[in-house]
Structures are given as structure tokens and as C-alpha cells.
């Protein structure tokens, strides 16, 4: 079972205990990714907020605000920081639901009464998404880079949480062998 998907049980549990006889315990799990918030808050943000943790949103859209901000300014984009914050919610919420509303997501109208496709969606030119770039006319370059940020960063939590884990429960079986 992949970290993420322990960390996803983990934040659920009522089994909190700590037990040294143990070495993937859900304590152990949330300690690591606590860690790894210390280096990536932003993946970890992004990781609550894809378990359905809503005070999650808040920090991401901090942090990718400050984060858009500062690359507006590398590519030399006109962009204030409540722009910017506006920015990183609207990244943040076409990342969560990125389906485009006319289709519902299948990049072709629904024939009404039936169950069959029709003509292709022209909002999505049929590809079943809301364009970023319509979204954002004037700020599109960040808008991608910012998307592009979140998805580096989101496949970078497990990973981190890994590296975390593993010299923890290092120290933790080196105390409990001494400890015999």
C-alpha cells in the first residue's frame, strides 16, 4: 500500500497508539507527513485538500498565491498579490473539478431526451475541460505554470513522506533495541 493511501486511512483512524512493536502504524504515518510538510508544505496542503480536508484550502491558496506572485514577477507578468490570490483559488479550483459545464465533461452536447452524444462541445472544443486560458485571459502563462506547480508538488508529498518515515523508524527501532 502506496504512503498516500495510508496517510488517506490514517487521518481517518481512532487507532492513534503508539506501539514501538510497530513500524507502519497510522501514528507513524501522520508523523511522517507532518514532517514532510516541514519541506513541502505545499504538497502536503495539496494532499489534505484531496482527502476532503477543507481547512487545507485556505494554506494552499496562501502559499500558491505568494508562489504566483513571484513568478509573475520571473516572467515579467503584471500581477498584484490580490490578483494573485484570486489567481492561485481559481488554479486551485479548476485543479479539483477541471470538467467543462456545457458537457458535463464528455466534450460533446447531450442530446436532450436521450442518452447519445451530439455535436462537439464548443466551450471545450470538445475536450471535455474548462480552458485555463479563457479563465484567465490576461494571467494564462502563470495560470499553467501555477497548475503545472501543483502537480509537480502533489507527486512530490508520497515520496517526501517515504524518505521521512524510513529514518524515523531508523531512530525508532535503534531506541527500542537499546532500550532491551
Not at 519541506?39 to 494554506?59: H, I, K, M, N
Not at 447519445?116 to 505554470?145: I, Q, Y
Request: charged residues 25%; positive net charge.
Amino acid at each position: 500500500m502506496k504512503v498516500i493511501e495510508r496517510y488517506a486511512a490514517a487521518v481517518r483512524s481512532s487507532n492513534l497508539e503508539i506501539n514501538e512493536r510497530t513500524t507502519r502504524s497510522d501514528s507513524d504515518v501522520l508523523g511522517a507527513m507532518g514532517l514532510a510538510a516541514r519541506q513541502f508544505p505545499l504538497a502536503v496542503a495539496l494532499q489534505r485538500l484531496f482527502l476532503g480536508d477543507s481547512t487545507a484550502a485556505r494554506e494552499l491558496v496562501e502559499i500558491l498565491a505568494d508562489d504566483a506572485w513571484r513568478q509573475a514577477r520571473a516572467m515579467r507578468v503584471k500581477l498584484n498579490r490580490v490578483q494573485a490570490y484570486d489567481l492561485a483559488q481559481g488554479c486551485v479550483a479548476w485543479h479539483r473539478n477541471p470538467t467543462c459545464d456545457h458537457c458535463g465533461g464528455h466534450g460533446a452536447t447531450v442530446i436532450p431526451g436521450s442518452k447519445t452524444l451530439g455535436v462537439r462541445c464548443k466551450p471545450c472544443k470538445g475536450t471535455g475541460r474548462t480552458s485555463l486560458a479563457k479563465m484567465f485571459k490576461e494571467h494564462s502563462e502563470v495560470a499553467d505554470w501555477l497548475v503545472a506547480h501543483m502537480e509537480r508538488h502533489q507527486a512530490m508529498a508520497g515520496p517526501e513522506a517515504m524518505k521521512q518515515i524510513t529514518g524515523y523508524l531508523e531512530l525508532k527501532n535503534w531506541c527500542a533495541e537499546a532500550a532491551k
